[in-house]
């Protein structure tokens, strides 16, 4: 728990930028094996998806600033420090989809295969991003809580600064009396968003298997992301409250956050979209197909061996 994982002079080697690194190329080579056993064009994809993830990381970081700006109000410059963590998936996905939706319109590609084919690498990058978390400490953390499942922070995790009651974000424990100041028990809502990772891995896996037509994994995506972590995870979670309907502060409980009140729309488009989508996969147009190799030259017929 540790935010640094090397360091050498004025070079740091951070866990979460690592472990986005690796879900970056992992999702990058699940989603062309897929296209490329649906017979697509993966080198095609491969140049779309490389600008997805500038943009993609783009958005994330303006909607966790704009969804959390007391981080941000006394040092702004910090807005751009990314690798120190502090990431919003629905930020992300905006800006990825540009990209794609640009292509789509200029070059007719095949969109909703190829958003089908990054959701296993995006629940990855959800379960890695946690993980950073974990390590950062100051990330997505959790209310105090009195049940049996609250999670004291170790005195030897550098990056968690402690919590105390009362405040509603993480950056307001500079406010607190340093009495007050405690490590926990919290909701250990880092681990949360890993385990919400790996169920969404696992049911990406089961919708790819059901063979329906493409874009009907990234809608169930989007809708089993929405639902889980605004439930399972945004819940229990040290954050403004933009609309304050509840507020257990005991339990460590607190509804709506921003993400929640997002989550909403996206719920109803989701279930929206999926009742559109009908059938199985279709084969690619021939022109959009994977290269089946060199064609042999005009006039060279191919000569049969002799017997």
């Known amino acids: 728990m540790d935010p640094i994982l090397i360091e ?3 070079l740091q080697i951070r866990w979460y930028g690592l472990f986005l690194v ?50 941000f109000s006394t040092n702004p ?7 120190q963590g502090g990431l919003s998936f629905h930020g992300a996905i905006v800006g990825g989809l540009i990209p794609f939706i640009y292509h789509y319109y200029r070059y007719k590609i095949p969109i909703w295969a190829y958003l089908d084919a990054v959701v296993p690498g995006i629940a990855l990058g959800v379960a890695a991003g946690r993980l950073g978390n974990i390590m950062n400490g100051s990330d997505t953390v959790g209310r105090l809580t009195n049940w049996p499942i609250g999670f004291t922070w170790p005195d030897w995790a550098k990056g968690f600064p402690g919590v105390c009651p009362g405040i509603q974000d993480i950056s307001q424990v500079y406010t607190c009396a340093p009495e007050t100041i405690v490590r926990g ?21 089961y919708w790819l298997r059901q063979n329906r037509a ?5 809608w169930q995506f989007v809708l089993w992301y929405s639902l889980l972590r605004s439930v399972f995870e945004e819940t229990f979670r040290l954050n403004p409250l933009w609309l304050r309907v509840y507020l257990n502060e005991e339990a460590g409980i607190g ?12 719920i109803l488009l989701a279930l929206y979209m999926l009742g559109r989508w009908k059938g199985g996969r279709e084969n690619p147009p021939a022109t959009l197909a994977v290269p089946a190799g060199p064609a042999p030259k005009p ?8 017997r």
């Open 77 to 83: 410059a910090a807005a751009l420090y990314i690798w």
């Open 185 to 205: 028990p919290v909701h250990f809502t880092q681990l949360y968003g890993v385990l919400i990772g790996v169920a969404l891995l696992l049911l990406a896996l």
């Open 22 to 71: 690796l879900a970056i190329f992992a999702a990058f080579e699940i989603a062309k094996r897929l296209l490329k056993s649906w017979g697509f064009d993966p080198d095609r994809f491969e140049q779309i998806a490389f600008w997805a993830v500038i943009w993609g990381v783009v958005g994330a970081r303006v909607g966790y600033v704009l969804t959390s700006p007391g981080e």
């Open 299 to 306: 006039g060279v017929a191919r000569r049969s061996k002799k």
């Open 8 to 10: 050498i002079g004025p």
């Open 214 to 218: 493409y874009g009907y994994v990234f």
């Open 255 to 266: 509804l709506f956050t921003a993400t929640q009140i997002v989550s909403v729309p996206l």
